[in-house]
């Protein structure tokens, strides 16, 4: 017997569960007709290992990658790999980064420990440069090490600068033809100052991924994270809608958007199992290409 089947026991169950659904699924066609949500389901799988530069001693890197704290995740191959919280080599096929980037140029913006700039290198941009500055100065990280200690490992090459989001400009860093703004923007107390700096310094297009929120109110709107109101963090600030977002893309000098889509729902969201009975979520992450 089967769980379904279980459940159709429970007296009222079946009934009840019908009289839900046909309240609730005119709410989901509504929305999704509104085209207020577009889901992004990735492009490809998982990304392979990064390659090691030849000669490195695999039984020593297993050990030092054990000794240090990772945000990003590695893949270096021969099952050593470095576990972060963020699932970098799953993440990747929603990002929007081009399959090739042969010639190109790429700022990563934010680059913690750098996978997203290593993987544009993989992909054989010409020019790479990690930019970071908060979590690479912060006492106690290891990310600005751990970005070195990648580096030294693999056979990739990428350039790297400290520098803050409010000092990015076309002197200071030059110009891209790709830039990649992920995670950042939710971080910031100015959303369109910081997204003017990323337009000065794009040739071609950015790459924004970052938390949305109001996604259930038409009109341009952001959320304001006040203190630590999210993730009990206290370097998040605001939380646009689609509306907004394109508003900020278009303000900060972008000629047009293209929304990816949702990649994620906010983890409270899902906790608290707000979004999910409509199919309409109201907050998440999305990753959005804006044109120059
Ligand atoms: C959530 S992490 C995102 C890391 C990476 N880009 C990713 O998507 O996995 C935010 C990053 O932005 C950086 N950051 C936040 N505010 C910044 C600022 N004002 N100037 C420079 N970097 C900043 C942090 O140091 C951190 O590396």
Known sequence: MTARDILRKIPGLTPAVRWTRSKLAPLAEANRAAGRVVINHGVGGTTPAFPLKPGVDTEQLAADIATRTWFHSFDFGNGIVAHGNDPSHDKTKFLGIPERLDGMSVLDIGTFDGHYAFEAARRG???????????WEWPGMTSRSNF??????????????????????????????????????YHSPDPLGYMKRVRSVTKKFALIETVVD?????????????GAYLNNDASNFFGPNLPALEGLCKDAGFSRMEDLGLWRLHELELTRGEALP???????????????
């Open 125 to 135: 941009a010409a020019d790479v440069l990690a930019t970071d500055k908060f979590v």
């Open 278 to 292: 409509t199919g309409a979520p109201t907050s998440g992450r999305v990753v959005v290409k804006a044109w120059v």
């Open 214 to 226: 109001m996604l259930n109110v038409d009109r341009p709107a952001m959320a304001y994270y006040p």
């Open 148 to 185: 070195e200690f990648v580096r030294d490992r693999l056979d990739l090459t990428v350039r790297d600068q400290v520098i803050s989001v409010e000092d990015i400009s076309p002197d200071t860093v030059g110009m891209f033809d790709v830039v990649f703004f992920f995670g950042v923007l």
